[in-house]
């Protein structure tokens, strides 16, 4: 069985920017569908993995902005997960206009995303009141739209998905700039 070295070196833009658009994407722009599936499915998996162990939360560029940073060379899906986070999951402080984590007694407008006081009626179910339209709305069980998780699952979390950004840096790089490889003849 011989061996001829493949033309394939130098510089591939193309394949440099599909590989910042997604994980692998940049590999199968090069026709290697193989290691495009391999490189998909462990940085994809990491990242998602990070988000499973810590919630939602890990993600997240304004209370974490340098983990974010690494987080981010994943591509466009961590800015749309962040995205996510911060209007859906957080609550528009009162005072200062700016996004914050909700506390354990509010839940969130879905009209405004202004935070909501959590009482307990008497059957003792959380509920909380916004209006809307002028028309009172009661939202029964009322809960945190997010709530953070503690110390290390959440510290894991962040990491887990930090890393699959560094790891996709590392991929993006192979694929932009491919090196002289072997292939059976």
């Known amino acids: 069985m011989s061996t001829t070295p493949t033309t394939q070196t130098g510089f591939d833009p193309l394949a440099g920017v ?48 340098v ?20 209007h859906r999951f957080k609550v528009v402080d009162p005072n200062g206009r700016a996004l914050r984590t909700a506390l354990p007694n509010e839940a969130r407008n879905p009209v405004d995303g202004s935070p909501l006081a959590i009482r307990v009626d008497q059957n003792g179910v959380p509920t909380a009141t916004y209006v809307d339209g002028g028309k009172t709305v009661t939202i029964a069980p009322a809960r945190p739209p997010n709530i953070k998780s503690l110390s290390k699952v959440n510290e894991l979390g962040t990491l ?12 993006i790089i192979d694929a932009m700039f491919p090196t002289l490889r072997r292939e059976n003849a």
């Not at 569908?33 to 919630?55: D, E, Q, S, T």
């Not at 887990?160 to 991929?171: F, H, P, V």
Request: hydrophobic fraction near 55%; charge should be neutral.
């Open 18 to 65: 599909a590989a910042v658009v997604f994980p692998g994407a940049g590999h199968l722009v090069r026709r290697e569908p193989r290691r495009a599936v391999l490189v998909a499915v462990g940085i994809l998996g990491l990242f998602f993995g990070g988000i499973f162990v810590g919630g939602i939360d890990v993600i997240d560029s304004r209370e974490d902005r």
């Open 67 to 86: 983990w974010f940073f690494g987080q981010a060379i994943v591509g466009p899906l961590a800015f749309g997960v962040d995205y996510l986070h911060q």
């Open 160 to 171: 887990m998905a930090t890393l699959a950004g560094m790891l996709n840096l590392i991929m």
